[in-house]
């Protein structure tokens, strides 16, 4: 399954910190539990990169819908 690809599967995922000072993401979806743990640096990392991610893709949308902030005369 690529990244672009749709999907029926939902899945429910928490985010927090460990006791050992570790970032976990947690992914639970049709009886599959998926813990990934992250150090501080790696998760401000991913955080960056979801940032990215949501900026292209409102650009994408907003292009999508004829909001590109260019005037039109």
Do not use: C, H, W
């Amino acid at each position: 399954m690529g990244i672009d690809k749709q999907s029926d599967i939902a899945a429910n995922l928490q985010i927090g910190p460990t006791t050992l000072g570790m970032v976990r993401i947690y992914l639970e979806a049709d009886g599959v539990e998926l813990p990934l743990d992250f150090d501080p640096e790696e998760a401000e990392e991913i955080a960056e990169e979801l940032r990215s991610a949501a900026d292209a893709a409102r650009r994408i949308a907003d292009s999508a819908a004829g909001k590109s902030g260019k005037s039109k005369k």
